[in-house]
């Protein structure tokens, strides 16, 4: 079986966690780094505080091969996630020559406090540039920062996404019309018997036509199917309506 990379999500953001905010971005890097063979191992939602920000980037860090970081990084008062990355490893924060280029070429007039702010970034970090990204990604050893706008995220998330590409992972859909009551034992058989075979079973409401969804995720394609074939020839009769 092919391994994977590993990754780990940290949302930033008092506005996520007092409701004033939807949080869009987890989904959207998880849909993402899932596509790309990702796997992504915990997503948290913490809030614009210094020291919570660096225990959980250094600890992400040492469990994970990518961090993604969203939100707290702009010219505010609460944009403190370059300083809280900072703490976390213990280094300094610095301002990046070329993050002032950039900034000094869009505003085209002397620089105030806050805008060379958005070029403080932790010592040590390197800055990833394209054609496509007005503002470059800031990169701290596997820790990938992005703003909390989900327009921006997603614009430079996506300039860089085929950096994170590996081996597949391969995903069949089995729709059953039929409770999970009645197929837990059958399913429980074929999970036990396929270790290699990631299952998950999602009761579906608002539909009559089938009451149950069953993902079968694998690296391996001929592994899948095995495990896809032993679990429809399992099934009651009449259960599997669909196979996507």
Do not use: C
Not at 50 to 60: L, P, Y
Not at 168 to 173: E, V
Not at 196 to 216: A, C, D, K, N, W
């Amino acid at each position: 079986m092919k391994t994977s990379k590993t990754a780990g999500i940290i949302i930033i953001g008092n506005e996520i966690l007092s409701g004033k905010v939807r949080d869009i971005n987890s989904y959207f890097l998880a849909t993402e780094l899932r596509s790309l063979g990702v796997d992504v191992r915990r997503i948290s939602v913490i809030p614009d505080e210094i020291e919570t920000i660096g225990e959980e980037a250094a600890g992400f860090s040492r469990k994970y091969d990518y961090v993604f970081t969203s939100g707290g990084v702009g010219p505010t008062h609460d944009d403190v996630t370059m300083a809280g990355i900072a703490k976390g490893f213990g280094v300094q924060m610095v301002s990046h020559p070329d993050i002032v280029k950039v900034l000094l070429e869009r505003y085209r007039k002397p620089a105030t406090g806050p805008v060379l702010k958005m070029a403080e970034v932790p010592e040590g970090s390197e800055i990833i540039s394209n054609s496509e990204l007005k503002f470059p990604v800031v990169l701290f050893r596997n820790i990938y920062i992005f703003p909390g706008i989900p327009e921006y995220l997603q614009k430079k998330f996506s300039s860089i996404r085929e950096w994170f590409r590996g081996p597949s992972i391969y995903l069949k859909k089995l729709y059953l019309n039929a409770h999970e009551s009645e197929i837990a034992g059958n399913l429980n058989i074929v999970v036990e018997e396929n270790p290699q075979v990631m299952f998950g079973s999602y009761p579906l409401t608002g539909t009559h036509e089938y009451r149950v969804l069953i993902t079968v995720e694998s690296r391996s394609e001929d592994v899948l199917n095995k495990a896809v074939d032993e679990l429809t020839g399992s099934l009651p009769a009449g259960a599997l309506v669909m196979v996507e």
